[in-house]
């Protein structure tokens, strides 16, 4: 189903005749304790952008990988898509975590990855979908025919991918890079272009939680924030450790 805003409310239309969509009232837990309870405890609502930021071997990747598991095993349909990372790289860790039920792709061009990812939700109707894009700093929005990717590459990128999220109900959550220094590599545009900003940091100062990384949700439009997770990474992935309210 894909949904026709303009269609459906005009320019001009009296805001008591909208009549919202059923399938945006849902709300879809991810079975994965730090994230859902970073959501306000209610999970995904259909059509969110979500942007997932985090340091380098903060655990991105696995955090997601093990958020995809849960939503899978929860019966929807989810696309994980890896143009950073191969795919036989993925798999590893997707066996050493124990983890499945899932699909994957590798497609770096942002249409092929929306127009592929349609293909398997015509596929599976009925089932809500989920889209992992790691990361969005490799994806190509096809702009220049060299392939050449600047940062308005990942502007345009986004707003492709936002404009399928509201057309199709699906949740896009996308992986964004950082600086050194910790703070998001992209410009504010990008900020504002998504509903919901999480963060994956590494604690490097308290010395009682040294190494133990730090989920926190900064931005959700529909949902609470302000919790803060410390998690530890092991074997099997990330584990509660601590849960406190964000200052």
Not at 133 to 140: E, N
Request: net charge positive; aromatic share 8%.
């Amino acid at each position: 189903m894909r949904l026709k805003l303009k269609e459906i409310a005009p320019f001009g239309t009296r805001i008591d005749e909208i009549r919202v969509p059923a399938e945006l009232l849902r709300r879809f837990p991810t079975g994965v304790d730090w994230l859902d309870r970073g959501l306000g405890g209610e999970g995904f609502t259909p059509s969110t952008v979500t942007m997932f930021c985090g340091e380098s071997g903060a655990g991105k990747t696995t955090a997601l990988l093990t958020v995809a598991n849960g939503l899978a095993r929860a019966g929807h349909l989810v696309v994980y898509n890896t143009a950073e990372e191969s795919l036989f790289q993925v798999k590893r860790t997707v066996d050493r975590l124990r983890l499945g039920g899932f699909h994957v792709g590798s497609e770096t061009n942002v249409d092929q990855l929306l127009r592929k990812t349609d293909e398997l939700r015509r596929k599976s109707p009925g089932r809500q979908c989920f889209l992992f894009v790691d990361s969005l700093q490799c994806m190509d929005d096809g702009y220049f025919e060299t392939g050449r990717i600047t940062s308005a590459t990942a502007e345009r990128s986004m707003e492709k991918i936002a404009g399928w999220a509201k057309e199709t109900f699906s949740c896009p959550i996308v992986i964004g890079h950082v600086t050194k220094g910790g703070q998001f590599r992209g410009s504010n545009t990008l900020r504002h272009m998504v509903d919901c900003m999480m963060h994956l940091g590494i604690e490097r100062k308290d010395e009682e939680r040294m190494n133990l990384r730090k989920f926190e949700v900064t931005k959700n439009r529909f949902g609470g924030c302000g919790c803060l997770s410390w998690l530890r990474m092991t074997d099997r992935g990330l584990r509660t450790e601590a849960v406190e309210d964000a200052e």
